[in-house]
């Protein structure tokens, strides 16, 4: 059974530090593209960062770039983004999402989700 479970969300100041997880079972990472995606309230859902299968490389959407970093863990089955000098408007839920091989910002190209976690960015 395919799961994909996040973690790391918190409260936390600007220019402050978060590292989320995305923790896979059922498949392994070398077969699928994890991406991380937000949703901020009354907005659309965006593509934030994603790591392809077999090559690992990583993308960012140019909003992060510089400030986050996309890894993964094969021996853990776990993705992780490091999210450095976080803004307000970094605020949302986070979700990570998988999709064979190929990252793709497209968030309807991805066939398995997590629950979310909630990162709130305020002073």
């Known amino acids: 059974q395919v799961q994909l479970v996040e973690s790391g969300g918190d409260l936390v100041q600007p220019g402050g530090s978060l590292r989320l997880s995305c923790a896979a079972t059922?498949?392994?990472?070398?077969?699928?593209?994890i991406g991380w995606f937000r949703q901020a309230p009354g907005k659309e859902r965006e593509g934030v960062s994603c790591?392809?299968?077999?090559?690992?490389?990583?993308y960012y959407a140019d909003s992060v770039k510089g400030r986050f970093t996309i890894s993964r863990d094969n021996a853990k089955n776990t993705v992780y983004l490091q999210s450095n000098s976080l803004k307000p408007e970094d605020t949302a839920v986070y979700y990570c999402?998988?999709?064979?091989?190929?990252?793709?910002?497209?968030?309807?190209?991805?066939?398995?989700w997590g629950q979310g976690t909630q990162v709130t960015v305020s002073s």
């Open positions: 790591i392809s299968g077999s090559t690992g490389s990583a």
């Open positions: 059922g498949f392994t990472l070398d077969d699928y593209a």
């Open positions: 999402a998988a999709r064979l091989l190929i990252c793709n910002w497209r968030d309807y190209e991805y066939d398995y």
